[in-house]
């Protein structure tokens, strides 16, 4: 089924070309013209170093057969009077109004994910987990922003039940826009880091930005908070749940126990596992049962489903090597919270030696000492190798404790760092990698593995 015709586009954007009257099936919105496509309308956003206006016979080429237009650009001669046109003042807005549009016509249940850490895995574990009982659709990777996340509402097919969106920022206000794109009827603020706190200023402002997304949640909906953050003690909205660790959450987790390749925990005395390592998942775990309660899932049937759950790679991807070593990819992104958390779960695993591999994380501003500093006070004897790459990254190893007897080393170089993790890869020894996206710890994977 056809999601759009322009037709239905005609009413939503009246101030149109198109000639003939011609009625036009869309089955995809998308904004690069160098995506080969079907049936595509095309949105050419404007950016500070490019205008997709200047790509349209691209796009036409690729597959398009309609577009936004800015009603400030000319329209090329060269492009055919029949393609119709429907015009907007600004592209970016066009886009953000189509999705909000959409969302109201398939009208699924909306859950909307934000948090400084955790966000995309909870995106994950949530949609995963529901996909046994609903027709469910989710942000595929992170397309998490104005741009990502209308075009992820775009993408869902006709018959979606549950809509789960993540929703990311840099500055206040975005998470506002988006919710009031969104709509959703579920709001799950994972927690409240250190990450984008050079824009944000402090961890109460970036709290501030998180608890906007409250702004366009469904006057009957409920938010779900990170329980054992003060900075989300929430008693001026109707209906909140809280989970994490501590007495008297809606959702206690209790009883954890990480093994080498799963965590077993309690949620209000309920025993669940999932195939995730760390006390941090057991709460992302947590989120999801709290939902299907809302949505009304059998407990015991989504305690089955998180014990299947299967994830995207580079989120503690365990990657065995050759050599028998265990290499941990967990270099999608990086907080000095969900840093300290990942050492923790090493910490854990059973493993006769354990190196750590950590990189920069990025946009912490004038914080970058102090929180890079953070995550080698937790480093302890327990800990066998610390290497770090980058400019930041060396006051990890400036603050490792007294107590610390194990080896460390800071590189500027890459190449130099890799012969390094070479002399470690051997039998009973684990190494995990993480660093902010932006390092591309990937690359170093790759050559490990080689």
């Known amino acids: 089924m056809n999601k759009f015709t322009t037709e239905l586009l005609n009413k939503l954007f009246p101030n149109n070309r198109n000639l003939n009257d011609q009625v036009v099936s869309i089955d995809r919105i998308y904004t690069d013209s160098r995506e080969a496509v079907n049936n595509g309308l095309f949105v050419p956003i404007v950016g500070e170093r490019f205008n997709g206006h200047d790509f349209i016979l691209q796009a036409v080429d690729k597959g398009a057969v309609a577009a936004i237009w800015s009603t400030e650009q000319e329209v090329p001669t060269e492009l055919s009077e ?64 104005l741009i990502g996340m209308p075009l992820s509402i775009l993408s869902m097919p006709v018959n979606t039940e549950v809509l789960v969106l993540e929703m990311g920022m840099n500055s206040f206000g975005e998470i506002e826009h988006l919710s009031e794109i969104a709509k959703p009827d579920l709001a799950v603020i994972t927690n409240i880091g250190e990450s984008h706190i050079e824009h944000l200023g402090s961890r109460e402002g970036i709290a501030k930005a998180k608890l906007e997304i409250v702004k366009g949640l469904n006057e009957n909906g409920v938010l779900i908070v990170d329980g054992d953050e003060p900075l989300l003690e929430i008693n001026n909205y109707k209906q909140v749940l809280s989970c994490g660790f501590h007495n008297g959450l809606d959702y206690q987790v209790t009883e954890v126990f990480q093994s080498e390749d799963q965590t077993s925990f309690k949620v209000n005395n309920q025993p669940l596992s999932i195939p995730l390592l760390g006390k ?10 709290a939902i299907s309660d809302w949505l009304k899932v059998d407990q015991n049937k989504m305690a089955a489903s998180l014990a299947n759950l299967s994830l995207p790679g580079m989120r503690f991807e365990q990657i065995k090597t050759e050599s028998g070593a265990l290499m941990i990819n967990d270099a999608y992104n990086a907080s000095a919270t969900s840093m300290r958390a990942s050492i923790d779960v090493v910490k854990k695993l059973p493993y006769t030696n354990k190196v750590l591999v950590l990189g920069d994380i990025f946009e912490l501003g004038e914080f970058a000492a102090s929180e890079h500093r953070k995550v080698g006070e937790v480093i302890d004897q327990e800990i066998d190798v610390v290497f ?42 684990v190494i995990l990698l993480k660093a902010s996206r932006g390092m591309k710890f990937e690359e170093i994977i790759q050559k490990l593995e080689d």
């Open 280 to 289: 941090h998942q057991a709460k992302n775990a947590a989120y999801a049962l």
């Open 82 to 145: 029949q393609f119709p046109l429907f015009f907007v003042d600004d592209t970016l807005d066009g886009l953000q109004q189509l999705a909000s549009a959409y969302r109201d016509y398939v009208d699924p249940t909306v859950i909307g994910v934000t948090g400084s850490n955790g966000k995309t895995t909870t995106k994950e574990i949530i949609g995963s987990s529901l996909a046994h009982y609903f027709e469910v659709s989710k942000t595929e990777g992170n397309l998490n922003n």
């Open 388 to 429: 770090t790459i980058g400019q930041d990254s060396q006051y990890i190893i400036e603050a490792l404790p007294k107590q610390f007897t194990g080896k460390s080393q800071h590189f500027h170089e890459r190449d130099q760092l890799i012969r390094r993790i070479k002399d470690y890869m051997y039998e009973d020894t």
